[in-house]
């Protein structure tokens, strides 16, 4: 069993906004993700190694704020740990492995029940989690939840039901970059499929992709391109493939939002 130390602890709050400012005035965290997931409202800072994920729910009105939601631990092989658990008989508070790809560029995760107590009197809750790294290395199988039967598979995604998240200084550029993922349910090598909106005068930084190949479709606004070393104009109707071993960065250079759509594939 691999563990490589606390991935991050998630921290029930009645308000994100006042905890953010909380956190970051006094105790100097940074917030590095935020997104919304039905009714909830999910916010990640960190504090050099410590990462901390505050919770909104309608539901903690009617409860004590403060309490510890889960304790996530990082992992190399996910699904190694969870058959020895599950061998054990340990009780699982979701039966299959989650991927967020949303989340850090993508994490697997899944959560059991550990056999301390908190305040509540329920039985505490942990989670493992696996960042894409691991991904890559595990089979493709375990990537994506995608049912085995064709006629199981959602065919059309309805945009109320997509995860959005906003992604500050995305790979180290400026701004703010919101990520619309399209679709959770995808061919196992398909790694990302969503829409990026990036605002004027915000850009996502210089970056390599490594066993991948990532393709960009834009729809909407004008800005400029990183492709390796050159740099090009881009508008609506143009489109971009970066191989693997080659990188690239996104800049909006009009008034309005610069609008694409990205798919990673995995080699």
């Given at each position: 069993m691999a563990i490589k130390g606390l991935h991050h602890i998630g921290v029930k709050v009645r308000d994100a906004q006042t905890?953010?400012?909380?956190?970051?005035?006094?105790?100097?965290?940074?917030k590095t993700d935020e997104f919304r997931n039905g009714n909830s409202h999910l916010t990640?800072?960190?504090?050099?190694?410590?990462?901390?994920?505050?919770?909104e729910k309608p539901e903690i009105e009617r409860m004590p704020a403060g309490n510890i939601d889960h304790v996530a631990l990082d992992v190399d092989n996910i699904e190694e740990i969870v058959e020895k658990l599950k061998a054990r008989r340990v009780e699982f508070v979701n039966s299959e492995i989650n991927h967020c790809d949303w989340i850090y560029g993508g994490v697997k995760n899944i959560f059991f029940k550990g056999i301390s107590r908190f305040t509540s009197s329920k039985p505490s809750k942990f989670a493992f989690a696996s960042d894409e790294k691991s991904i890559r290395r595990t089979t493709t199988s375990f990537v994506r939840r995608c049912p085995k039967k064709t006629e199981e598979r959602k065919m059309v995604n309805k945009q109320k039901d997509m995860i959005a998240s906003i992604k500050h200084q995305m790979r180290g550029g400026s701004g703010d970059v919101e990520v619309l993922s399209l679709s959770e349910e995808r061919p196992g090598r398909v790694r990302l499929f969503a829409r990026l909106t990036i605002g004027p005068g915000c850009s996502i930084g210089y970056h390599v992709h490594e066993g991948e190949t990532e393709m960009f479709a834009f729809v909407a606004g004008r800005g400029r391109v990183r492709d390796d070393g050159e740099f090009r104009d881009v508008q609506a109707g143009d489109s971009m493939v970066t191989f693997p071993g080659h990188g690239h960065a996104v800049e909006n250079t009009g008034g309005e939002n610069l609008v694409l759509i990205a798919v990673i594939v995995l080699e």
């Open positions: 905890s953010v400012r909380f956190y970051e005035e006094l105790l100097d965290f940074k990640f800072l960190r504090a050099g190694t410590c990462v901390l994920e505050l919770i």
